[in-house]
């Protein structure tokens, strides 16, 4: 630890003691040896940990860093995937995984007022125990945080339904750089009295504010789920297929998902455990789930929908969860990104362009990696409804060597789409020096002379968004 | 005309001839001969109205403007409720009525790009000619414009099912006070590359930024709509129906528009022309609307639901719309709003608090009503399943005379309840003084902050939401 390290941190403890109880402050040992994020081998290089336990604490810790220029690095759980959470050493880590208690569900007015450490699978559970449903689903959903979600803007498999995170969120509290708590826990679906002052800090990965506490919208639980994988003929197939089920199943359309050809063959063919519900060799794949409010109706409407996608001829063959097991296994399918690892660690990337671009624009990518990289294996999946896909890609080389080539052959071609380098994972480290691609000069100053008003000495999250 | 606006007006024209063509910049008699706002009585009292038909146009107005520190009120469709687009003497009127042309539609991507201009019902009708909904619906439709819908985030019939206009917008160009352009013209559901500035300029009423052209999101056209007028026998009655016609109907519920029996009983009698399809006499009458994707299949759908509201005994009477007039003909009476003008000019509120708490509130807004203004007239109707109420007022005095208690009596509650005083029409003039009853200081400190970075010099809309 290099001295003015060592300065730092008896200075912190000092001025924090007071603030935070026992276990309010980690250091040493007990900060190296937390994981830097979820699943990394690295272990934390953080100053010390901060654990504050309420809004009060956390507001404490700013002020005290913001006149001690301490960066601060907001910490959820740590299941990024843009290096969005990570603190090097010198900056403190701000936990909020002790800002957590049970969410207070308000069954009449829909809501739940929740505390920004409560992990999103507690929260959906909550729901479901009240007989609600909170739409937002990930697949990092045991971790992964309320206060994550929302810093990042979190999207996942039902946005074509319920909207992102943001669309969620009704009222929050976030912690200033200096300390200043700004609560506007609003509980109404609409509020016009001055300016949105939430918008601020959803999906600004920490770096205006540290979220404490929000007031998420709840929806009724559906009393009936349909869900179909099918296969299509071609790319233009999906699109029709997008529409028709969308028009067809009339606000019940809740996620699109489609598989390329590879994702499917690489999670439905041994060592994969899945057995492929429909036969290989088809150029798509597409999970269609619907959420009603009558079973027996629904179920028949669903079947009809599809048939009609038959005589369209937008699928050329279906099967349809006919148990929750069944159902289960469907959606396994699309979940099993793990089975992609064993090609050696990809290059992971989240983009998103107009439908209309999407199959040109893969094939485009395609063809320069194999240009650039014979022999890669280049697996595409994704949110098809919300514009979004993820590509993932191993070459020969290690991503250390290959990632700027691959990185200039998936993002380059986004400019000409007005797609972007980021539709669901944020910016964080990863991204940052290819903001540029997606945002214009005056774009990109407003949102650093946003940061300079709101964080004027620059301790939240350094480094994160801007290069 | 003072000395002073003499030299101002002389200075602007000669600065902006340049940039405006013929027309694009009235003076004198063309000013004054404009009303204020829609529908008022009195006439534009601004030093001039520029009419730029690009954003180029606007750009080299508000530079001038900025430069030098002439004040500028952004004008739509003039129809809003508070006074927001109102221009006093020595402000420039800056009117987006030439920034439009026909709505740019991409039928794959489900988007339009369209112009600020541009008026709500016309996006509507080239959203309906390409076979997709626009669903952003108010009274207003015919003289709002895009820009002032998004401006002052709009809000209307259907917000149950498709949020507010805030939720339509996925992108967004707005011009800075320096003159900025800002081109954030996103066609995707998920962009999470940055900030997302376009919330900036999201119903903040023309404070921030002049929004000159948006891309929004396109619906597929329902291909059903079912449409309800229910009685219902008590509040708690009016509740549970909420709940259970939303989860029955599954996503499909896109109204839910509550009247207090004076409201239902002014517009079903005559002079009023509309008869009454249920027997007057209950204390609640409820729209209940669904949109959905299979005519046969819906419509049974839509009945059985009000046969368990039967059931439940949340409803006690009920028609169905069974023909296209017939539907029209029930909306219409929830939007025969004119007819409550027949007792004098009321004072007309917009206010949301949480839906538990609606009927207390009413009644003691009543109550005090009936002790200060002894036979007065308190109409009540709104968008419930939203949180949001609209009252309007008359009492025996000129609204000149009674607003200030009377605003005392519909707001001062709202407070303990963390309602808000503006649910969809802003702030504007009109409600500024009471902005602190439903925003924090450290709300209304960090928005002053925003506004005095975006717009150092205060031209933008100077006076409305701050005092």
């Known amino acids: 630890m290099a001295a003015t390290d060592g300065r730092r941190l008896n200075e912190l403890a000092a001025r924090l003691a007071d603030h935070l109880g026992p276990g309010g402050l980690l250091t040493g040992a007990e900060v190296g040896a937390r994981a830097e994020a979820w699943g990394s081998t690295g272990s934390c290089q953080a ?16 002020s005290h860093c913001n006149d001690a220029g301490l960066a601060v690095v907001p910490y959820g759980g740590g299941t990024g995937l843009v290096q969005g959470a990570i603190a090097s050493a010198g900056e403190l880590l701000l936990s909020l995984e002790r800002l957590r208690g049970p969410p207070d569900i308000d069954p009449l007015g829909r809501t739940a007022v929740v505390h920004a450490g409560v992990a999103l699978q507690e929260m959906q559970q909550a729901a479901d125990e009240a007989e609600f449903l909170f739409p937002l689903d ?90 179909a994988l099918v296969a299509a003929p071609s790319f233009a197939a999906v699109m029709r297929m997008l529409k028709l089920a969308d028009r067809a199943l009339g606000g019940q359309l809740s996620a699109f998902e489609v598989m390329w050809r590879e994702f499917y063959e690489i999670v439905t063919t041994p060592p994969a455990r899945n057995k492929p519900p429909l036969a290989q060799g088809s150029p798509y794949y597409v999970l269609i789930e619907s959420l009603g409010g009558n079973e027996a109706a629904d179920r028949h409407h669903f079947e009809e929908m599809l048939g009609s996608l038959f005589d369209e001829r937008a699928i050329s063959d279906a099967v349809i969860a006919d148990s929750r097991a069944h159902y289960e296994s469907l959606w396994t399918i699309r979940d099993s990104v793990e089975e992609l690892l064993r090609f050696g660690p990809p290059l992971m990337f989240d983009v998103s362009l107009p439908i209309a671009a999407m199959e040109e624009y893969v094939r485009g990518v395609r063809e320069q990696l194999e240009r650039q990289f014979p022999g890669n294996r280049c697996v595409v ?46 910016i964080g480290v990863e991204k940052r020096s290819h903001l540029g691609l997606s945002r214009s000069g005056a774009e990109i100053g407003l949102m650093r002379e946003l940061k300079s008003r709101l964080d004027p000495r620059g301790i939240l999250n350094p480094g994160k968004i801007f290069a």
Chains 1, 2 share one sequence.
């Open 381 to 426: 999946w994704g949110h098809v409804g919300d514009s979004n896909l993820h590509v993932w890609i191993s070459t020969a080389l290690p991503v250390t060597e290959s990632r700027a080539a691959v990185e200039h052959v998936v993002y380059s071609p986004l400019r000409a789409v007005e797609g972007s380098i980021s539709a669901e994972h944020g």
């Open 47 to 62: 100053l010390a940990i901060a654990r504050p336990a309420t809004t009060a604490e956390v507001a404490a810790v700013l």
């Open 138 to 227: 990930l697949g990092a959903r045991g971790s992964a945080t309320i206060g994550g979600n929302i810093s990042t803007n979190a999207g996942g498999n039902r946005v074509i339904r319920f909207g992102m995170m943001r669309e969620m969120v009704l009222g929050l509290e976030a912690v200033l750089a200096d300390g200043t708590v700004v609560t506007s826990m609003n509980r109404m679906l609409k509020n016009n009295a001055g300016y949105d002052l939430k918008q601020l800090f959803i999906g600004s990965e920490g770096t205006l504010g540290v979220v404490t506490r929000a007031v998420l919208r709840l929806r009724e639980k559906p009393l009936s789920q349909n869900l």
